[in-house]
Nanobody, 115 residues
C-alpha cells in the first residue's frame, strides 16, 4: 500500500512564501513522477508542477518563475517552494505519485493567500 503524506500548507499574505512537502512510502517503482496539483473552489484540479525520477521538471505557465519543485535526498520525497504568492494561488494542493498503470494521491493541504 502506497501512502502520501503532505505538510506545509497555511495562510500567507500576497507576496509571501510557503513550502509544501510530500513523503511517499510503500512499494514504489524507482521510475516515477511526483507532482503537485491544486484545486480551487468551483474549478477543476490542475497541474502545478511535476518532476520525474531523472529530475526533469514541468510547470504550469501561471507559476513559472515563482514556484520550484525539487526531489529530496530521501527517496520519494518532493517539495514545492512557492514564492511571490498571489490570491489566485489559493487552493487545496495535492501531491501525486505515479508510474505505469499506478497513481496515488495525498489527502490535500490548504493554501490560502489573503491580505
Amino acid at each position: 500500500q502506497v501512502q502520501l503524506v503532505e505538510s506545509g500548507g497555511g495562510e500567507v499574505q500576497p507576496g509571501g512564501s510557503l513550502r509544501l512537502s510530500c513523503a511517499a512510502s510503500g512499494s514504489i517503482s524507482s521510475i516515477n513522477i511526483m507532482g503537485w496539483y491544486r484545486q480551487a473552489p468551483g474549478k477543476q484540479r490542475e497541474l502545478v508542477a511535476a518532476i520525474n525520477s531523472a529530475g526533469t521538471t514541468n510547470y504550469a505557465d501561471s507559476v513559472k518563475g515563482r514556484f520550484t519543485i525539487t526531489r529530496g535526498n530521501a527517496k520519494n520525497t518532493v517539495s514545492l517552494q512557492m514564492n511571490s504568492l498571489k490570491p489566485e494561488d489559493t487552493a487545496v494542493y495535492y501531491c501525486k505519485l505515479g508510474w505505469v498503470r499506478n497513481e496515488y494521491w495525498g489527502q490535500g493541504t490548504q493554501v490560502t493567500v489573503s491580505s
